[in-house]
């Protein structure tokens, strides 16, 4: 009995070695990996074009990571509310989020560079050029002109990662009435994000600070005139039942949101897994752009069926909207360094002095 218990305890330890050693010999890619399992939130509402589509994100990171990076999305405000989100995820209540840098320009000054200044994303050449063409154009100048270093230096200080960005496409400013002069816009309750409204303020109209899902029911009713949004404002939102009018003339060819992860849940990731993470967003980026070419296509019709109706800025009113625009880019800029570094490489990028 002792004799064939010795050799069973002599059998176990020889598996235990056995088993370790092919382990220990496996490269670092085969090795079992920790799952991670994320909730990330987005500042946009369920039927909204870029939330809807953070499922082919987290698909795409849960198949390159081979399962271990399983990411749930949810929409404004399921879990925390928007204006939460950024303290939400710093805190580490949150993984990432999903949103636009002017929510939070009051803690950082660069998020209103990033998200779009009035004027800032228009592509030299860029009304020759399709939607995919002049998102290109932006993304390159975005990762080679160390735009993104600048944006990942600064929230990190938050103790935040920048993972990635992607377009809203261009913006959408929708009014109950023509506005075709200066003139026409002048006191005119204009529903804005972050600088824009400062903008609108120097244009002579009111920016009003009121969220997005508000804004239907206000243009209805008459508490607003205008309001500004993605192609999402027409295709899911159908604010153009209520405002049908579309300012057209000094619309940017884009504005950008992005993805921010908590730093600490980034850096738990191994590396293998940062990639699958990161290719993800690129995926995310890509498919939200040919998204925004199918949605643009159908404003395309409802232009052409009338019921939405371009509103063009006549050229004099397009010179004052300029002229105010860099007006603002001033006052940003002298409110922090990197706000003013940041625009420093737009200008160049443009060949404006």
């Known amino acids: 009995m002792r004799q064939r218990k010795t050799w069973l305890t002599v059998a176990a330890v020889l598996t235990l070695l056995v088993a370790g050693i092919f382990v220990a010999g496996l490269p670092p890619a085969e090795a ?13 509402p369920r039927g909204d074009v870029s939330m809807e589509l953070l499922k082919t994100f987290a698909k795409e990171v849960k198949e ?13 405000p399921e879990l925390v509310p928007g204006e939460q989100l950024f303290e939400a995820t710093k805190k580490g209540t949150l993984d990432g989020l999903h949103a636009l840098g002017a929510m939070w320009g009051g803690i950082l000054p660069i998020g209103e560079v990033e998200f779009g200044l009035p004027y800032a994303w228009k ?3 860029g009304e020759n050029m399709t939607v995919v063409q002049t998102a290109a154009a932006i993304r390159k100048f975005y990762y080679e002109s ?5 944006l990942r230096e600064q929230y990190a200080t938050q103790g935040l990662y920048w993972l990635d960005m992607h ?8 009014a109950t009435k023509p506005i075709k002069t200066c003139d026409d816009l002048k006191g005119k309750k204009m529903r804005m994000e972050g ?14 600070n009121l969220p997005g899902m508000e804004a239907y029911m206000g243009l209805k009713l008459g508490t607003l005139d205008g309001s500004q ?3 999402s404002a027409i295709t899911a939102l159908k604010w153009h039942e209520v405002a049908p009018y579309w300012l057209r003339g000094t619309d940017p060819d884009h504005c950008f949101g992005h993805i921010l992860l908590n730093q600490k849940s980034w850096e738990a990731l191994s590396d293998s897994q940062k990639k699958a993470v990161a290719e993800g967003a690129e995926v995310y980026w890509n498919e939200l752009i040919k998204v925004h ?27 004052f909207h300029e002229q105010k625009a860099l007006e603002l880019w001033a006052q940003i800029a002298e409110r922090d360094p990197a706000a003013a570094k940041a625009i420093d490489l737009i200008k160049a990028w443009r060949g404006m002095k």
């Open 32 to 44: 079992a990996e920790k799952t991670f399992r994320w909730k990330i939130q987005s500042a946009y």
């Open 64 to 76: 390159r990571s081979k399962g271990t990076v399983i990411i749930q999305t949810f929409a404004d």
């Open 123 to 125: 592509v030299p050449g």
């Open 146 to 150: 160390g735009f993104v270093k600048l």
């Open 167 to 174: 377009t809203y496409g261009p913006i959408f400013t929708l």
């Open 195 to 208: 600088s824009w409204n400062d903008y609108y303020n120097l244009l002579g109209a009111r920016g009003v």
């Open 229 to 231: 949004w993605d192609v």
């Open 293 to 319: 070419e199918e949605e643009l296509a159908k404003v395309d019709k409802l232009v052409k069926e009338g019921k939405v109706i371009k509103s063009q800025i006549d050229p004099a009113c397009q010179k």
